[in-house]
């Protein structure tokens, strides 16, 4: 088959993409879906385990019933209905990361199901994306290739089994085809995502870091010839755990089917794997079909009974939905319609706010977030909100800047060593002595060496063009490495020229 792929531009004049994604929620309940072993993160390997996660001869789990209510939080959130009753089933497969040889999850009767969610795009064009089902079940464990090429399981000399994820709780989301995106479904896939991560960290039932795997998605890509209705063969790009990558994965999976059919051949449905590194998808397994899983009801757990009270006394908690909220906090900010577009597509929608709230104007936090935070994170190649600046050092530097220890150029070098690690912005200034030269006796020497350079600029000076002081400013500013207090030194140059300004 040809690895070939085609233009993004010539695969979207022969064909329309169909998308479906699969959307991995872990859930931060305190124990596991089915037993007491701890849910947490960053443990020593297999020791948030008990018998039930290792799926030993005589265990009989039970439903967490935390996990539950999470799982009824996220469907009514996403405008699903709610089974009054729903079963546990058995998905049959056989990989090491999965100790009992079967996942419990949900198949025919899931909890949550026939939803919407509304997304709006960077230009502000809003599209519907149907919800089919969002389901329980858990996680697997996870597997580490060792050896072999950037810890991949090609040519890798052998695995490590660490356990402590297996049984944790996951709610999984699955849309219904999406037809009619177009030449805009890679950025469509991305917002989808962002709001399923906003949705769930809105609602407080996970972490939300895709970084750690707390949200994952499978995506899936097919192509219609133009005009046709029915749908292609599709892949299954699986466990892209970053908004970047799903982008590029989708992108990548138009171009690369419309290349196999192009070139008349047919697409394998089969699971892939994103590599950032190389930007592309490789081959998996051929894709299992529901059948293959063999499901059938899990004997050992008793049904999940909903009842309208309890719905309804859930919905009363539920916060106030993510669309609303951006509503709201346009309308306080005072931010035009592109600059809060522009926020929430950079995704530093809550470090804004948690800005604010210590103390820093709108204004301010959008300066520093949208500006030179985003200048270090394309930089850096990461998400704005994966850099280590908290708002804490936002309003700490834009403090320094108005008592005047600091300007605006010197607080863009603070930052890039807070992003390094080496501190707080007032650590930073202490230790690597950046505050701003103040001293007159330092100004008015490098002063009396500029105007020394530039007598021609004095004379406009004296001649009454002021504006012309910049010109004898920028030279000090050199003089002093950039931290000199320029208001001090226009004073101290008008002063000695005897000019008002």
Same mark, same amino acid.
């Given at each position: 088959? +040809?690895? @070939?792929?085609?233009? &993004?531009?010539? $695969?979207?004049?022969?064909?329309?993409?169909?998308?479906?994604?699969?959307?991995?929620?872990?859930?931060?309940?305190?124990?596991?879906?089915?037993?007491?072993?701890?849910? %947490? &993160?960053? /443990?020593?390997?297999?020791?948030?385990?008990?018998?039930?996660?290792?799926?030993?001869?005589? !265990?009989?789990?039970?439903?967490?019933?935390?996990? !539950?209510?999470?799982?009824?939080?996220?469907?009514?959130?996403?405008?699903?209905?709610?089974?009054?009753?729903?079963?546990?089933?058995?998905?049959?497969?056989?990989?090491?990361?999965?100790?009992?040889?079967?996942?419990?999850?949900?198949?025919?009767?899931?909890?949550?199901?026939?939803?919407?969610?509304?997304?709006?795009?960077?230009?502000?064009?809003?599209?519907?994306?149907?919800?089919?089902?969002?389901?329980?079940?858990?996680?697997?464990?996870?597997?580490?290739?060792?050896?072999? @090429?950037?810890?991949?399981?090609?040519?890798?000399?052998?695995?490590?089994?660490?356990?402590?994820?297996? *049984?944790?709780?996951?709610?999984?989301?699955?849309?219904?085809?999406?037809?009619?995106?177009?030449?805009?479904?890679?950025?469509?896939?991305?917002?989808?995502?962002?709001?399923?991560?906003?949705?769930?960290?809105?609602?407080?039932?996970?972490?939300?870091?895709?970084?750690?795997?707390?949200?994952?998605? /499978?995506?899936?890509?097919?192509?219609?010839?133009?005009?046709?209705?029915?749908?292609?063969?599709? +892949?299954? %790009?699986?466990?892209?755990?970053?908004?970047?990558?799903?982008?590029?994965?989708?992108?990548?999976?138009?171009?690369?089917?419309? $290349?196999?059919?192009?070139?008349?051949?047919? !697409?394998?449905?089969?699971?892939?794997?994103?590599?950032?590194?190389?930007? +592309?998808?490789?081959?998996?397994?051929?894709? +299992?079909?529901?059948?293959?899983?063999?499901?059938?009801?899990?004997?050992?757990?008793?049904?999940?009974?909903?009842?309208?009270?309890?719905?309804?006394?859930?919905?009363?908690?539920?916060?106030?939905?993510?669309?609303?909220?951006?509503?709201?906090?346009?309308?306080?900010?005072?931010?035009?319609?592109?600059? &809060?577009?522009?926020?929430?597509?950079?995704?530093?929608?809550?470090?804004?706010?948690?800005?604010?709230?210590?103390? $820093?104007?709108?204004? !301010?936090?959008?300066?520093?977030?949208?500006?030179?935070?985003?200048?270090? $994170?394309?930089?850096?190649?990461?998400?704005?909100?994966?850099?280590?600046?908290?708002?804490?050092?936002?309003?700490?530097?834009?403090?320094?800047? @108005? *008592?005047?220890?600091?300007?605006?150029?010197?607080?863009?070098?603070?930052?890039?060593?807070?992003?390094?690690?080496?501190?707080?912005?007032?650590?930073?200034?202490?230790?690597?002595?950046?505050?701003?030269?103040?001293?007159?006796?330092?100004?008015?020497?490098?002063?009396?060496?500029?105007?020394?350079?530039?007598?021609?600029?004095?004379?406009?000076?004296?001649?009454?063009?002021?504006?012309?002081?910049?010109?004898?400013?920028?030279?000090?500013?050199?003089?002093?490495?950039?931290?000199? /207090?320029?208001?001090?030194?226009?004073?101290?140059?008008?002063?000695?020229?005897?000019?008002? *300004?």
């Amino acid at each position: 088959m +040809s690895q @070939d792929v085609l233009s &993004f531009e010539e $695969a979207l004049e022969r064909f329309d993409p169909v998308l479906g994604f699969e959307v991995h929620v872990e859930l931060n309940t305190k124990t596991k879906m089915f037993d007491a072993a701890p849910n %947490t &993160f960053g /443990d020593e390997p297999n020791t948030n385990v008990t018998p039930v996660s290792l799926g030993l001869p005589g !265990v009989l789990p039970v439903v967490n019933g935390k996990a !539950v209510e999470s799982a009824i939080k996220l469907g009514l959130a996403l405008n699903c209905s709610i089974a009054q009753k729903c079963h546990f089933a058995r998905k049959n497969y056989f990989y090491p990361d999965t100790p009992k040889n079967f996942q419990t999850s949900q198949f025919d009767e899931p909890i949550a199901f026939d939803g919407h969610l509304d997304l709006e795009l960077e230009d502000g064009t809003e599209f519907r994306v149907e919800i089919e089902r969002a389901h329980m079940e858990e996680d697997a464990g996870k597997l580490t290739h060792m050896g072999g @090429d950037a810890g991949r399981i090609q040519n890798a000399q052998y695995s490590l089994v660490d356990y402590n994820r297996a *049984g944790v709780p996951l709610i999984e989301i699955v849309t219904k085809p999406i037809v009619g995106a177009g030449e805009r479904a890679p950025e469509l896939a991305r917002a989808y995502v962002a709001a399923i991560r906003e949705i769930v960290k809105n609602l407080g039932i996970s972490e939300a870091r895709m970084e750690r795997g707390n949200v994952r998605c /499978d995506a899936n890509v097919s192509l219609m010839p133009k005009g046709a209705t029915q749908f292609g063969t599709r +892949s299954e %790009t699986k466990n892209v755990n970053s908004l970047r990558a799903v982008e590029r994965t989708v992108r990548y999976e138009i171009q690369r089917h419309a $290349a196999v059919l192009a070139a008349g051949e047919k !697409v394998t449905q089969e699971t892939r794997f994103w590599h950032e590194d190389t930007r +592309s998808t490789t081959a998996g397994r051929p894709k +299992s079909d529901a059948d293959d899983y063999r499901y059938f009801p899990e004997p050992d757990l008793v049904p999940v009974v909903t009842t309208a009270d309890w719905i309804e006394e859930i919905r009363t908690t539920l916060p106030e939905p993510p669309s609303e909220r951006r509503k709201r906090l346009k309308a306080d900010w005072g931010y035009t319609d592109e600059e &809060f577009r522009d926020v929430v597509n950079a995704g530093v929608l809550d470090e804004i706010e948690q800005t604010i709230a210590a103390g $820093a104007s709108a204004a !301010v936090a959008r300066k520093w977030w949208m500006g030179e935070i985003a200048r270090l $994170a394309k930089q850096r190649e990461v998400e704005i909100a994966d850099l280590p600046v908290t708002p804490a050092h936002v309003v700490e530097l834009n403090g320094l800047i @108005d *008592g005047g220890k600091i300007n605006d150029k010197l607080a863009k070098k603070v930052l890039g060593f807070v992003v390094d690690g080496e501190g707080t912005p007032a650590e930073i200034v202490e230790s690597r002595g950046l505050a701003v030269v103040s001293d007159d006796g330092a100004l008015t020497a490098a002063v009396d060496d500029a105007m020394a350079q530039m007598p021609d600029v004095v004379e406009k000076i004296k001649g009454g063009k002021v504006q012309a002081v910049g010109a004898l400013i920028g030279p000090v500013m050199k003089a002093t490495r950039g931290q000199a /207090d320029a208001g001090r030194v226009r004073q101290i140059i008008l002063g000695k020229l005897g000019v008002q *300004g």
